[in-house]
């Protein structure tokens, strides 16, 4: 869309999606429903950097590999689980983490922690399950990113690239 969806303007939206492949085309309609948010917009910090700072050594697949500390702020009322995902958007958005099905009370992530059980840890663009830290030749941007869902996640960790078609 060239504009931002008004919650005021209705609950719901139909967008089609076309695509050419050879001499065919596909085209699927989809439906989104928006939801009004009530309270504060969530926010998500950590104590060992800044949004935009580079992220410490100690996080870096080549020096301890450890996932990095979060903090979740203002979690939505209507959130029944979260979704995370963090990507390398200097190379391909290629996903050094994914994590579902996280409990909407899991509000604080410790260095290097590890999930409950039902908690789902996606592999990596990287490897296995789990976290994989940066590891560049040179600085890389990476963005993490939380999903408020209103339920819960049906996916393999080795299907975490299909996360977000799942998630809408």
Known sequence: TAKMLD???GASRSVR???SVGSG???QQISIEIKDLTGNYPTVTSASFADGEEMPRDFGADNGNKSPDLDIADVPANTQTMALTMKDLDDGNSIHWSVWNIPKTKTTFNK???FQQGVVEGNSDFGGAGYTGPFPPTKHRYETTIYFLDGTVDLQPTLY???PTKLV
Request: charged share 15%.
């Open 7 to 9: 919650y005021q303007d």
């Open 17 to 19: 999606i076309a695509a």
């Open 25 to 27: 085309t596909l085209e």
């Open 112 to 114: 290097g922690g590890s």
């Open 161 to 163: 690239a299909q996360l």
